[in-house]
């Protein structure tokens, strides 16, 4: 997992011109919606409240990517490995994910306006949760990249 300030996102060779392009021109008035960048990615803007974390499971991804920021608000995403982590849920391939029953953590962020969040397929992590215990309405990204 990688975490950075915003600014800093040129600096990562996975991230191609179309989809700095696209991160650095939305803000929390682009409307919600699933936004193709190009042949290997594309992007989701959504909004919701964040949650309690223990009502939120680590998830991961095999075919893509991740790239998660906020354009509105604060939200708590924890991360760990997913070696050793025990299923859930089955993956289930049309949506690209996993689910998965731990709820230790490595460590935890705080995603913002001004921080991004790139997750490997190998990234255990659990996103949209509370900050300070306190529920609050989000705006966010994630920009998927294909592996292959």
Do not use: W
């Not at 975490?3 to 682009?30: A, P």
């Not at 255990?124 to 705006?139: E, G, T, Y």
Request: aromatic fraction near 10%; proline fraction near 3%; charge should be negative.
């Amino acid at each position: 997992m990688i975490f950075d300030k915003l600014e800093n996102l040129r600096q990562y060779d996975i991230v191609s011109d179309k989809i700095l392009e696209f991160l650095f021109n939305i803000d929390e008035n682009t409307p919600n919606g699933r936004y193709e960048i190009d042949e290997t990615s594309y992007a989701n803007i959504e909004e919701y409240n964040t949650k309690a974390p223990e009502i939120c499971y680590f998830e991961a991804h095999q075919k893509y990517i991740d790239i998660q920021m906020l354009l509105k608000g604060e939200e708590r995403l924890d991360f760990r490995s997913i070696n050793g982590l025990t299923e859930k849920e089955e993956y289930n391939e049309e949506r690209d994910i996993i689910f998965f029953n731990e709820q230790d953590s490595a460590g935890s962020i705080k995603l913002s306006d001004s921080y991004f969040a790139l997750l490997l397929p190998h990234d255990a992590h659990r996103p949209q949760m509370n900050i300070n215990n306190h529920s609050q309405s989000v705006k966010k990204v994630v920009v998927k990249v294909s592996v292959n």
